[in-house]
């Protein structure tokens, strides 16, 4: 029984972990304009499913913040459209797990533990952007994408910085 725990372990812990578009990339690498807009398409989809998670077991507090980044990620979404036509490509946007699939299940929670969790599933993600738009930016390929990713870089570090206070709170 020790063995194949063992070999379990072993397994998983030579495993490749992936990030959150579904392919490993080697950390410190500079993505191209077309991944960064892929992992922001990512986000922003992420932000949309926190709305839909919220609708079970959220308050009004998490339902009126979940609504707002929900719109704020159509909003970016629609200036991605834009730089995206005018790069000419055509990103790959993976399928990832829903927003609700990263709180606590809200059958098996309690009002408290939902909201605690919200806040708590955003941090990462938020981490993830704000470390791909920083990477980006060190050797942008497309100056109307980096131009984005500057405007962004604020409002994303002030929006986890909000995240991690309110958490803090709960």
């Given at each position: 029984?020790?063995?194949?725990?063992?070999?379990?372990?072993?397994?998983?812990?030579?495993?490749?972990?992936?990030?959150?578009?579904?392919?490993?990339?080697?950390?410190?690498?500079?993505?191209?304009?077309?991944?960064?807009?892929?992992?922001?398409?990512?986000?922003?989809?992420?932000?949309?499913?926190?709305?839909?998670?919220?609708?079970?077991?959220?308050?009004?507090?998490?339902?009126?913040?979940?609504?707002?980044?929900?719109?704020?990620?159509?909003?970016?979404?629609?200036?991605?459209?834009?730089?995206?036509?005018?790069?000419?490509?055509?990103?790959?946007?993976?399928?990832?797990?829903?927003?609700?699939?990263?709180?606590?299940?809200?059958?098996s929670s309690d009002g408290p533990t939902f909201v605690?969790?919200?806040?708590?599933?955003?941090?990462?993600?938020?981490?993830?952007?704000?470390?791909?738009?920083?990477?980006?930016?060190?050797?942008?390929?497309?100056?109307?994408?980096?131009?984005?990713?500057?405007?962004?870089?604020?409002?994303?570090?002030?929006?986890?910085?909000?995240?991690?206070?309110?958490?803090?709170?709960?």
């Open positions: 029984m020790r063995i194949l725990l063992a070999m379990v372990l072993a397994f998983i812990s030579t495993a490749p972990l992936a990030d959150s578009t579904g392919e490993r990339r080697p950390t410190g690498r500079t993505p191209t304009a077309t991944e960064t807009i892929s992992d922001l398409y990512t986000f922003s989809r992420f932000q949309q499913g926190l709305l839909e998670s919220t609708d079970l077991k959220g308050n009004a507090e998490v339902k009126n913040l979940a609504a707002l980044r929900a719109e704020e990620a159509a909003r970016r979404d629609k200036a991605l459209k834009q730089i995206q036509e005018t790069i000419g490509t055509e990103p790959r946007v993976a399928k990832t797990t829903s927003a609700s699939a990263s709180l606590v299940e809200p059958e605690r969790s919200f806040y708590a599933a955003q941090i990462p993600e938020y981490e993830s952007v704000i470390d791909l738009l920083e990477r980006y930016l060190k050797a942008p390929d497309n100056a109307v994408l980096a131009t984005f990713a500057r405007e962004q870089l604020p409002l994303l570090r002030s929006q986890v910085k909000d995240a991690e206070r309110t958490m803090a709170d709960k």
